[in-house]
């Protein structure tokens, strides 16, 4: 039942992928909401997907990579469809969908088999730890998106080839400032991530900071994002350079999520 | 009745001519009364803009009525026929009809595709109505124009994109920094263009106008104009830190601005963004300029290229609004036809013949035994019955009276007559 409820999801999730990435041709209001259409009913079943994860497992269902990377989907489609509600920007959709679908495609990749939890991951930081993580993540996900609009829009306004996409991109000012705010969301969630990480590294193998890899590229995520703040506030590094710094932190995101597990081994599971 | 647009426009007609066939305030009342009021004129309605006059109207007689209305433009405003008879444009019919939904949907505008026509023609027609000098050819006419006007704007993109210099830098200046309301702009120089753009950043709500002219007093009384805050040429390096939007036409044979000195500005504001407008010529700014992060550089030339490649997009697009207009066209020639007295005669026939048939049907299926002779009996009086009943609205119908299109629709209803439109 939960597996049918992840496949619809990701089929419509699929689906708002390529109505989004037909919208960079040409759009139109109804065009702008089917895709919403899709996703808001993608969003439903894989709500309805974790929910009965949760309860067939009896515990937060963000225990394997297969569950981690559908939690991660989800918190970016929520903060998605926030975005949405509150700014309608035009054409979010076509730099966000995309990746959502590649996350719900790696998800589906992965085992989803149910085990029981390993004795380490029997504890109440499980849910605490992996939910502010994802949160983090999330809004950097949605950051690195509006990033990626933001060079879209500059290099047109920059080469004045003021044609049909750059009308319907929203302007730079807004991107900019969304990007930084949920930069401003992002950090404080990635950096209670890791102070929790570490308490429970602490309860559960008795050590605070064990230089594992994926602490490490936490720690180099942390820095990067704690950069952008930095030279935005103090040397007001704002627009362009934001946008690529956002972009490369989102990238340290990725390596710290799947690479650390694949290329480099870890005592995280996930 | 036949449908008839006598008129002239910014392509026909000059200024002088323009102004003189006005109808202005009051007069516009004046003049629809009297235009109804002459014997082949049923239903008017007055267009009046700067750009154009027309006169929209249903008539009995195309040639006569046109002859007439000339006749009640000379007199009605004072100045001989053949003085401005040249001006003139007559469409009769389906090139009438073609004309007023090529107007509404500001095909036949000086600026492709504006929208304020749409609205005049709205205001035309309502005023029409309340005096209540349309009738039913003419008011349906005008809705079909507006919705034509309406389909145009949604299924062609005729209205989007600026097709000015000064709008295409507030459209640009708006995909900068969202909205322009609370950001300060500076103007260097002066120059018609100059003080055309700025004028309409500040109705799009820039705040803080700040002027710098070489003549302090020149600066002054411009600042004035717009509200501002003269600057003396000598501090404005200094005060450029504060503009958001700056526009330079100062005619200076030299680069005013160099890349050194607007990268000291753009440390000072934070990298804050900005976005200039270069209208004089030669360029008064460094071009390096647009390559520094954040800042936002447009030359006069570029802004013209915006407006020509949109210019060009409006006309591709007018294409696609004949297709759509010579659809509407043809829908309205159809219902046209339709208020035509013969078609629903026929109509009345033709329903009056079904019913006599019908009910003789089923009074022989009751009556199988009847002999033929009774039969043919009770099918004459059926037949009496039917053409003595529809013998006078046939008569009214035939008859050509005022009213005749209402009566029409009338007997349409009444009869259960289905109109075959749309």
């Known amino acids: ?270 | 009745m036949k449908v008839l647009v006598i008129g002239l426009n910014h392509k026909t007609a000059n200024v002088d001519i323009r102004e003189k066939l006005a109808f202005n305030g009051p007069r516009l009342e004046e003049g629809v009364f009297g235009l109804r009021k002459i014997p082949d004129v049923r239903e008017v309605a007055v267009l009046s803009t700067c750009n154009r006059v027309e006169i929209f109207s249903c008539v009995n007689n195309t040639v006569a009525a046109a002859d007439s209305i000339k006749n009640f433009l000379a007199a009605f405003h004072s100045i001989t026929r053949t003085d401005f008879e040249k001006s003139l444009y007559v469409h009769r019919d389906e090139e009438a009809v073609r004309h007023i939904f090529r107007v509404s949907s500001s095909l036949d505008s000086m600026v492709i595709g504006e929208p304020q026509i749409l609205g005049q023609i709205k205001d035309a027609f309502d005023f029409a109505l309340s005096k209540k000098t349309t009738g039913v050819l003419l008011n349906k006419l005008m809705k079909k124009a507006i919705s034509t006007a309406k389909r145009v704007r949604t299924e062609t993109r005729i209205a989007e994109n600026a097709v000015s210099i000064s709008f295409a830098a507030v459209e640009l200046a708006k995909k900068i920094f969202t909205n322009l309301s609370g950001r300060s702009f500076m103007l260097l120089g002066a120059g018609e263009m100059a003080e055309l753009a700025a004028r309409h950043l500040v109705n799009n709500g820039v705040q803080d106008v700040m002027v710098v002219n070489r003549t302090y007093e020149r600066g002054c009384e411009l600042a004035s104009e717009f509200n501002g805050k003269p600057i003396r040429w000598e501090d404005f390096l200094h005060e450029l830190v504060h503009a958001d939007i700056i526009i330079c036409s100062t005619g200076a044979p030299t680069y005013v601005l160099l890349k050194e000195q607007m990268l000291k500005v753009m440390k000072e504001r934070k990298q804050r963004p900005v976005f200039i407008i270069d209208i004089s010529v030669p360029r008064n700014i460094d071009p390096e300029i647009n390559k520094i992060d954040n800042v936002y550089l447009y030359s006069v030339d570029d802004l013209q290229e915006v407006v020509d490649t949109n210019i060009h997009g409006r006309k591709v697009e007018a294409g696609k609004a004949e297709d759509i207009i010579n659809q509407e066209v043809e829908k309205f020639l159809r219902w046209m036809s339709s208020l035509e007295s013969v078609p629903t005669i026929v109509a009345l026939r033709q329903k009056a013949e079904e019913i006599k048939r019908e009910e003789l049907e089923k009074f022989r299926g009751r009556f199988p035994d009847l002999d033929a002779e009774k039969v043919k009996a009770v099918e004459y009086l059926a037949t009496a019955i039917s053409n003595k009943l529809i013998h006078s609205p046939t008569v009214a119908l035939k008859e050509d009276s005022e009213d005749r299109d209402e009566l029409i629709a009338m007997i349409k209803k009444l009869y259960g007559i289905n109109e075959d439109e749309e």
């Open chain 1, 1 to 270: 039942m939960e597996i049918i409820l992840f496949e619809i999801a990701l089929t419509f999730y699929f689906a708002a992928a390529i109505v989004s990435i037909l919208e960079l041709f040409k759009s139109t209001k109804t065009s702008s909401y089917i895709m919403l259409g899709l996703v808001v009913a993608g969003f439903a079943l894989h709500t309805a997907n974790i929910v009965a994860r949760y309860v067939i497992s009896g515990h937060i269902p963000i225990a394997n990579m297969h569950e981690a990377s559908s939690f991660f989907s989800w918190c970016i489609v929520m903060f998605f469809l926030f975005l949405e509600y509150r700014y309608k920007l035009g054409l979010l959709g076509s730099f966000i969908m995309p990746v959502v679908f590649v996350f719900m495609v790696s998800s589906s990749m992965l085992p989803r088999k149910m085990e029981p939890l390993s004795p380490v991951l029997q504890s109440y930081w499980l849910g605490i730890h992996t939910v502010l993580a994802f949160i983090g993540d999330a809004a950097f996900a949605m950051a690195f998106g509006i990033g990626i609009m933001y060079l879209v829009q500059e290099h047109f306004v920059k080469s004045k080839h003021l044609g049909g996409l750059f009308q319907r991109l929203p302007s730079l000012q807004i991107l900019d400032e969304i990007n930084y705010r949920l930069i401003t969301i992002g950090f404080p969630f990635l950096t209670l991530a890791i102070i929790t990480g570490s308490l429970w590294a602490e309860s559960a193998w008795g050590k605070f900071w064990r230089w594992d890899p994926k602490e490490v590229w936490s720690l180099i995520t942390w820095f990067i994002y704690a950069l952008v703040l930095h030279v935005r506030l103090i040397a007001g590094w704002r627009g362009k350079r934001a946008a690529v710094l956002s972009i490369l932190g989102f990238c340290a995101v990725l390596f710290t999520f799947f690479g650390v597990n694949f290329i480099l081994k870890s005592m995280h599971t996930f």
